[in-house]
């Protein structure tokens, strides 16, 4: 039996490999690394990157959460989270069930104030009350929209409430390690921004869909999606106010990571161009439009990491001494950040940096933190590269389940 600090993605890489038939030379090829890249990995000397899971996930004919080993049920269980999936996933499927004759929905406007406590906490990366509220709140609004009259305007608020709460239901699955259950989750949002008829809420839905593409390194059909995503803003009423500007620099700067994931700089740098002009037409930041933030931060920070994404480490590192994030900035994009700079660190060998990254963004965004794959990764090479670990990577280690 494998003990915890050596099962870490690239011991799961190197199981597959030899399970195909595939020399570490062979599966490189066919990832497009460097065979002496593959064996750090493999050996968890070098953090699993995102992109380099999607690049062997496809030759090794495997999912990508098998290799990622989520979901992570011990720490699940801990945080009692686990529990609540079922019940989230009976509520999703009943979406075309028509209304429950045991619910009596509330008026719309007492349900709005739930969504949107439900949307700043999930924002917040607050996923255990998330989580126990979600499928109630669910049932009780799909039980509403069945309520309600076709084709008018309470119609589409019914809708857009119950597009946010699926949206939430994707951030939770997701966020645990439940891809397949954010995938249903994901679909259920699209359906319900056609029936709101708001074309941002469907780029919205967009953008994560172009993510879910991105995980399985689908890098090409995930611009795709993105490009769609700017076609649907084009149809908004004022598509040059600070809504659709947001939301359309928010595309930007998906499409510039999915390039940086494909190793095309150019690309990168056209995209991140566009971004830069959104955020100067807007003018300051944009903390809270459609549950995500835009402006010159979130520019700074998708600088920071498309630079990391593209190897570019020194200069990554330079930037991001620049950066600084404005009060009320999501803490799941600075948890998110300081987590891709301890990979940098770990990369560079600066391992007292890289610990300092990684406390950071256990304290910004806990729950977040703890159930990124990219956490536990570069914990893991920092505790092997090690003959000694400090008490503090240790205590890091054990909290995120090594």
Avoid at 27 to 36: C, T, V
Avoid at 92 to 100: Q, R
Wanted: hydrophobic fraction near 40%; aromatic fraction near 6%.
């Amino acid at each position: 039996m494998r003990h915890p600090a050596d099962d870490h993605i690239g011991a799961r890489i190197a199981d597959y490999r030899k399970i195909r038939h595939l020399t570490q030379q062979a599966l490189a090829q066919q990832a497009h690394l460097s065979r002496g890249y593959l064996a750090r990995v493999e050996s968890g000397l070098q953090p699993a990157t995102p992109a380099v899971v999607a690049a062997v996930a496809r030759p090794l004919q495997v999912d990508i959460a098998v290799l990622n080993g989520q979901p992570y049920l011990s720490q699940l269980q801990q945080d009692h989270l686990e529990q609540l999936i079922a019940p989230l996933s009976d509520a999703l499927d009943m979406y075309d069930l028509g209304p429950d004759p045991e619910i009596a929905p509330r008026s719309l406007a007492q349900i709005a104030a739930d969504v949107d406590s439900l949307c700043a906490r999930t924002y917040a990366t607050e996923y255990k009350g998330v989580g126990t509220e979600l499928p109630g709140l669910l049932s009780e609004l799909t039980t509403a929209m069945a309520s309600v009259p076709d084709a008018g305007a309470e119609e589409r608020r019914a809708a857009t409430l119950l597009s946010w709460c699926y949206w939430v239901s994707y951030e939770f699955a997701y966020r645990l390690g439940y891809h397949q259950l954010a995938t249903i989750a994901l679909e259920r949002m699209g359906w319900m921004a056609e029936r709101a008829q708001d074309p941002l809420l469907l780029a919205t839905r967009l953008s994560k869909r172009s993510s879910m593409l991105l995980r399985r390194g689908d890098n090409r059909r995930s611009l795709q999606v993105l490009e769609r995503g700017h076609r649907l803003i084009e149809a908004h009423d004022e598509p040059g106010s600070p809504a659709p500007l947001a939301v359309a620099g928010s595309l930007h700067l998906a499409a510039a990571i999915a390039a940086a994931q494909a190793k095309n700089g150019d690309e990168v740098k056209g995209h991140m161009e566009l971004a830069r002009k959104a955020a100067d037409r807007i003018g300051r930041e944009v903390p809270q439009v459609y549950w995500s933030s835009f402006g010159a931060a979130s520019v700074g920070h998708f600088e920071v990491a498309t630079l990391v994404e593209l190897g570019q480490l020194g200069p990554a590192v330079q930037r991001a001494r620049q950066l600084h994030f404005p009060a009320g900035h999501p803490k799941m994009r600075v948890g998110r950040y300081h987590i891709e700079m301890a990979r940098a660190y770990t990369q560079m060998g600066r391992t007292e940096a890289a610990q300092k990254a990684l406390r950071t963004a256990r304290e910004v965004a806990p729950q977040q933190a703890r159930y990124h794959p990219l956490m536990r990764e570069t914990v893991g090479a920092l505790v092997r590269r090690q003959r000694r670990a400090s008490e503090g990577l240790t205590a890091l280690a054990a909290w995120v389940g090594m």
